[in-house]
């Protein structure tokens, strides 16, 4: 058996080491072999070269610095495959494994009657909070989304936080690659949404399989202690709501009203920004 990680990083060389020496040491049947194919996205504190030390079996691909997430696991995955491993297992490279978190990601698939995706739930390594993990849409709307605790049973989800997944070469071959036309985020959302339309399940494990802080920034640009230029910059950057990856999500996701749920954060900023200008000046 043969599993391939996919990663991609950029100048996280301690957190990338971390993660990689993580997976490596996995407890799994000797038969198993473990490679890796890892997206160095212009990193310039060395993560490249002390990835190359480590004296692992690891592909190290360069990148320039302008695919982020999306683009350097799209890269990834299409390398990944090349190699005809039994599983890809995704992986963030801040998130640090439990040493049998792969054995219990392997053993959910194989007990589904279904073709599947194996999500692994990740916990703050301080708290041991929930960070990471599978995702159910609340109620109507297409990107307003609830953290599925895990249980003690497999449970079944909507989507998933890409973090950790263990996905069937089998599973990938019929939802095809990772969409690296995402600027960054979704990328995650929208393959395990195209998952269910193959006829896949994407099942959270039960419990966590490893550590991860969460470290996710919510709507800076709704600081008005920010200048202007500032916040527009991070509302439609590529780690705010940039328009062209919304956009691509929604056509897709978002049912006949994408459109609506397209525009609304865009209104909001700028209704934010006219209810500040109206604001009596001291």
Request: hydrophobic letters at 40%; a neutral charge; charged letters at 25%.
């Amino acid at each position: 058996m043969k599993i391939t990680a996919i990663l991609t990083c950029h100048d996280r060389r301690d957190k990338t080491l971390a993660c990689l020496q993580s997976y490596f040491d996995q407890q799994l049947p000797d038969e198993t072999v473990l490679d890796a194919v890892l997206v160095d996205d212009g990193s310039s504190d060395g993560t490249g070269e002390a990835v190359q030390r480590l004296g692992r079996p690891i592909t190290l691909i360069r990148g320039s610095g302008d695919l982020y997430w999306a683009g350097g696991m799209a890269i990834a995955e299409e390398r990944a495959l090349q190699g005809s491993p039994d599983y890809l297992l995704w992986l963030n490279d801040d998130g640090v494994l439990d040493p049998d978190a792969v054995t219990r990601l392997l053993a959910v698939e194989r007990a589904s009657e279904k073709a599947c995706i194996v999500i692994g739930a990740l916990r703050d390594p301080d708290s041991g909070e929930l960070t990471y993990s599978g995702m159910r849409r609340h109620r109507f709307h297409p990107l307003r989304f609830n953290r599925i605790s895990p249980d003690q049973q497999p449970v079944e989800v909507d989507t998933f936080e890409g973090n950790i997944v263990l996905v069937p070469r089998a599973v990938a071959q019929m939802v095809g690659l990772i969409d690296g036309g995402f600027e960054h985020a979704a990328a995650d959302f929208d393959y395990g949404f195209r998952a269910r339309k193959a006829s896949a399940v994407n099942l959270l494990a039960p419990g966590t399989v490893g550590s991860c802080p969460y470290d996710h920034q919510i709507a800076l640009w709704l600081d008005s202690a920010l200048p202007l230029r500032e916040r527009t910059r991070l509302l439609l950057g590529r780690k705010g709501v940039p328009p062209r990856t919304r956009a691509r999500y929604l056509r897709r996701h978002g049912g006949p009203l994408w459109p609506i749920f397209w525009l609304s954060p865009y209104v909001h900023f700028a209704l934010s920004l006219l209810h500040l200008s109206r604001r009596p000046k001291r």
